[in-house]
């Protein structure tokens, strides 16, 4: 079995910063892309930053020059570092990984349990 678990969520004031960890558990031959979803109350999930295994990275356009990902594959670990946060980055942040659990080419995607982040304005 594998399990994601965050960490690093809470409160802070607007422009403040937090950083976001992620490990992954388990049964784990190699992880492929690495991300961070959120959603907001009564608001759909949606991306907001991606890192693959060749540290290629994507960006929701909202969090541009905000947000950093970057991953340590020596443990499994992704994080989110945020900065200049906003009342409307206010979310639940969830983990997401996309990870093979032996050589064949099956690939899983997990989500871990979600940490909530609220910016006050």
């Known amino acids: 079995q594998v399990q994601l678990v965050e960490s690093g969520g809470g409160l802070v004031q607007s422009g403040g910063s937090l950083r976001l960890s992620c490990v992954a558990f388990?049964?784990?031959?190699?992880?492929?892309?690495m991300g961070w979803y959120r959603q907001a109350p009564e608001k759909q999930r949606e991306l907001v930053a991606i890192?693959?295994?060749?540290?290629?990275?994507h960006y929701a356009d909202s969090v541009k020059g905000r947000f950093t990902i970057s991953r340590d594959n020596t443990k499994n670990t992704v994080h989110l570092q945020m900065i200049s946060l906003k009342p409307e980055d206010t979310a639940v942040y969830y983990c997401?990984?996309?990870?093979?659990?032996?050589?064949?080419?099956?690939?899983?995607?997990?989500w871990g349990q979600g940490t909530q982040v609220t910016v006050s304005s």
């Open positions: 997401n990984a996309i990870i093979a659990k032996d050589s064949s080419a099956a690939r899983f995607q997990y």
């Open positions: 388990g049964s784990i031959f190699s992880i492929d892309a």
């Open positions: 890192i693959t295994n060749s540290d290629s990275t």
